[in-house]
């Protein structure tokens, strides 16, 4: 497995709090710098990819107490606009790093190929609704 979160993906952000905490910061590796949404729910991230990929782990660091709690993981062919849903995943108030293995069961594409990867934060801990990443990785194989 690799990271498949290149500096060829596109990152979509539904919000920002602001300039210092930009979307930029969600995969530049750094432990002092951070994503941070907007107040509302839900807030979300989307991945797309410049060559189809097979996800198989999604690793997320948050800042506790602005924990996206429930999270919905939807995928969609290189060539559709159509999402499905691969997961739910139910993130601990923490700021360890958390990992989620993401079952080929779930979803045809996973084992065909995605180009796109959406996670929708549906829940907070935070009582405004804010989501504040540190760390996101994917982790999977790109096709061949």
């Known amino acids: 497995m690799q990271n498949l979160i290149t500096t ?10 602001n300039k210092s905490v930009g979307k930029t910061y969600l995969t530049d590796g750094n432990p ?18 410049p060559s189809p990929v097979i996800p198989r782990q999604v690793s997320i660091t948050f800042q506790g107490g602005f924990v996206g709690t429930c999270c919905s993981i939807h995928v969609a062919s290189p060539t559709s606009n159509e999402w499905e849903i691969a997961a739910k995943i139910f993130p601990e108030d923490n ?25 929708i934060f549906e829940e907070s801990s935070d009582f405004f609704g ?11 194989d790109v096709v061949q």
């Open 95 to 119: 700021n360890r790093p958390q990992s989620f293995t993401l079952t080929p069961d779930s979803s045809n594409l996973l084992d065909a190929g995605v180009g796109k990867l959406k996670l």
């Open 130 to 140: 804010r989501i504040t990443i540190y760390d996101l990785r994917l982790e999977g």
């Open 32 to 49: 002092e710098t951070c994503w941070t949404s907007q107040q509302g729910l839900p807030q979300t991230i989307q991945l797309m990819f």
């Open 8 to 17: 060829g993906t596109q990152i979509k952000v539904s919000s920002t709090l």
